[in-house]
């Protein structure tokens, strides 16, 4: 996959963690911030999935059905909680 060059401003102490996390696991700077960048960019589409769906649940959930009322009145409720 084609990739290209950009550059980011951090902090020292995020700079030296940063190494130190590269020197341990023996993988690379740019690999540790794009497998992080990654993840971070997966969880976020995810939550945003999961905040759509939720709008999208309670936006149906107000809708009336036009035999809802029906159903209502036919469902056998006794012997609920």
């Not at 996959?1 to 995020?14: F, K, W």
């Not at 794009?34 to 960019?41: F, G, I, Q, V, W």
């Not at 995810?46 to 905040?51: H, I, P, V, Y």
Request: glycine share 2%; proline share 1%; aromatic share 6%.
């Amino acid at each position: 996959m084609p990739s290209s060059t950009t550059s980011i401003r951090i902090n020292d102490d995020l700079r030296a963690r940063l190494e130190e996390a590269s020197r341990v696991s023996k993988k690379g700077k740019n690999w540790i911030i794009t497998k992080a960048l990654e993840e971070y960019l997966e969880k976020n589409r995810r939550a945003a999935l999961a905040a759509e769906a939720s709008r999208q649940s309670l936006l149906i959930r107000e809708e009336k059905w036009e035999d809802e009322e029906f159903w209502e009145k036919m469902a056998d409720t006794t012997g609920r909680r």
